[in-house]
């Protein structure tokens, strides 16, 4: 496993990065998929007490939980474009591990067989800081060339909706005050 808190950074930057550039998630759900992807970037190692990069480093257990999360999400009465967030944060997560020695089984419970894709162990530098530099990057270009944009469509509808309400304010001081 990579570093717990590159696992979160890499997921919340990729997740944030993908709400608005792919996705176009409502400005108003960003906090809700930083939580969920803050989760999902995780969720995988709570497997470190069964069979670690094993029960729940694999498809399987992502498309499962994505089918779960999905389903919690309608429940709750949620959008199910949040899913994205989880898809992105444990997906990722399950790619960071690929790139530590001890790999993951990724096929399981087809196949035991842990995939790798270098040798380096999960706390190694080069490994952690290239995956913080890439969060950082999408974090920097999510800030300063897609959110300004959102953000200002998001203040004109607020500005529209003030604007709406104060014509009713006025419409009725002069109706019921004459």
């Known amino acids: 496993m990579v570093k717990k808190k590159t696992h979160i950074l890499l997921g919340v930057s990729a997740t944030l990065f993908l709400s608005k550039t792919v996705f176009n998630v409502n400005t108003w759900l960003i906090p809700l998929q930083a939580l969920i ?63 530590t020695a001890g790999g993951v089984a990724l096929f399981y419970p087809l196949s035991r067989r842990s995939l790798r894709l270098t040798s380096r162990t999960y706390d190694d530098p080069a490994l952690n800081i290239p995956l913080i530099l890439l969060s950082l990057v999408l974090l920097a270009y999510t800030a300063y060339t897609v959110m300004p944009n959102w953000l200002l ?26």
Do not use: C, Q
Request: charged share 20%; net charge negative; no cysteine.
């Open 153 to 178: 469509e998001e203040l004109y509808r607020i500005r529209e909706y003030v604007e709406e309400i104060s014509d009713l304010i006025n419409k009725f001081v002069h109706k019921f005050i004459r």
């Open 37 to 99: 992807a803050v989760t999902a970037s995780t969720f995988p190692d709570i497997d470190v007490w069964l069979r670690h990069r094993r029960t729940l480093h694999n498809l399987f257990a992502l498309i499962l939980s994505t089918i779960t999360v999905y389903l919690f999400l309608g429940f709750l009465g949620l959008p199910w474009t949040l899913i994205h967030a989880w898809i992105t944060g444990y997906g990722l997560h399950i790619v960071a591990d690929l790139l």
